[in-house]
């Protein structure tokens, strides 16, 4: 079984800094993608930075070029979001989700999905 586990959500304000994490099993590690996603309310959900697990290609949003770095540990089989200089428009429920092969930000290409997890940043 498939499994994705997002943590490390909270609330900081605006400038802080958040770590997210996203513990994975069931799939093999150098086959798949793994994207990091958000939805805020009323909007759709946008893809953030991927990852393709084994060339350790990676994407990111716009929105956080410089800011937001993805990484991966895969002894722990966990890849991380850092998140810095969070602003108020980074607010959004963030989800990880796995895909094979090739790292997009589409959300709809992606097959396997965590719960998600809050990431509040106030002004």
């Known amino acids: 079984e498939v499994r994705l586990a997002e943590s490390g959500g909270g609330s900081v304000q605006a400038g802080g800094s958040l770590r997210l994490s996203c513990a994975v099993s069931?799939?093999?590690?150098?086959?798949?993608?793994i994207g990091w996603f958000r939805q805020a309310p009323g909007k759709e959900r946008e893809g953030v930075s991927c990852?393709?697990?084994?060339?350790?290609?990676?994407r990111y949003a716009d929105s956080v070029k410089g800011r937001f770095t993805i990484s991966t540990n895969p002894a722990a089989h966990t890849i991380y979001l850092q998140m810095n200089d969070l602003k108020p428009e980074d607010t959004a429920v963030y989800y990880c989700?796995?895909?094979?092969?090739?790292?997009?930000?589409?959300?709809?290409?992606?097959?396997?999905w965590g719960q998600g997890t809050q990431v509040t940043v106030s002004s």
């Open positions: 069931g799939l093999a590690w150098d086959d798949h993608a």
């Open positions: 989700a796995a895909k094979r092969p090739e790292a997009t930000l589409i959300p709809y290409e992606y097959t396997y």
């Open positions: 990852i393709f697990m084994y060339r350790g290609a990676t």
